[in-house]
């Protein structure tokens, strides 16, 4: 069975800094995806960034980056130049071939002007 | 195609009341997901099809839990004599045969059940 945890219920940081979220997932498949999805306030779910595991390379979208260590199955995403904008939850998930998605508890990110 | 299309947005209903929620997926999508999501936790998976074929259920779907997708084109979830704890947001998603593995969410019903 698939888990994933994050262990950071909440998160701050001021306006343009770097802020990292963290994640560990737990999976026996070889062959599997991992997410970030944005959750803003009131509003729909939406996909940031996925890694698949077979690539060593770390995945980056514009201002989003992961930071992808499959031997310790972590999975952190890293935000530059951090936008009000971007206050939200952020779930880490996992997901096999031909399977569900697997979601993490969350983080809350406030984006501090 | 606008995305995952989700209704009634909001309901609020009494308890021991029968709910439908409704859900129409990207056209092209053939998997379907249902996720049930409580105030500051992330989505639990509770069931999905891919095209009509239910494929799994989830523990957490009790009995007072069905849905259907007739036609492998929209879902229903009806969830029958509610209880206040069937009080959430009721999240769809869809993906795609040729990339199964991005889902797309839908804005979510919230139920309230008083």
């Known amino acids: 069975a698939q888990t994933v945890t994050q262990s950071q219920p909440e998160m701050s940081v001021q306006e343009a800094e770097t802020v990292t979220l963290s994640c560990t997932y737990d999976?026996?498949?070889?062959?599997?995806?991992l997410f970030w999805y944005k959750q803003p306030p009131s509003r729909q779910m939406i996909l940031v960034i996925r890694?698949?595991?077979?690539?060593?390379q770390n995945a980056t979208e514009n201002r989003f980056s992961v930071n992808f260590q499959k031997a310790a199955k972590s999975f952190s995403l890293k935000i530059s130049d951090s936008q009000l904008g971007d206050t939200a939850m952020y779930f880490c998930a996992s997901k096999t071939s031909y399977d569900k998605v697997i979601f993490g508890p969350g983080t809350s990110l406030s984006v501090i002007p | 195609d606008t995305g995952v299309s989700q209704d009634p947005r909001h309901k609020i209903t009494k308890r021991g009341q029968n709910v439908t929620f409704r859900c129409d997926p990207i056209?092209?999508?053939?998997?379907l997901y249902w996720y049930r999501q409580t105030l500051g936790q992330g989505p639990e998976f509770l069931t999905y099809?891919?095209?009509?074929?239910?494929?799994?259920k989830s523990r957490l779907l009790s009995d007072r839990f069905s849905a259907e997708r007739p036609k492998g084109s929209f879902s229903t979830l009806e969830i029958q004599r509610t209880e206040q704890g069937d009080s959430a947001m009721y999240l769809c998603a869809s993906s795609s045969g040729d990339r199964e593995e991005e889902a797309f969410f839908g804005q979510g019903t919230r139920l309230t059940v008083v």
């Open positions: 890694q698949e595991a077979y690539k060593q």
């Open positions: 099809f891919q095209n009509e074929a239910q494929l799994e």
């Open positions: 056209s092209e999508h053939n998997r």
């Open positions: 999976t026996s498949e070889n062959n599997y995806y």
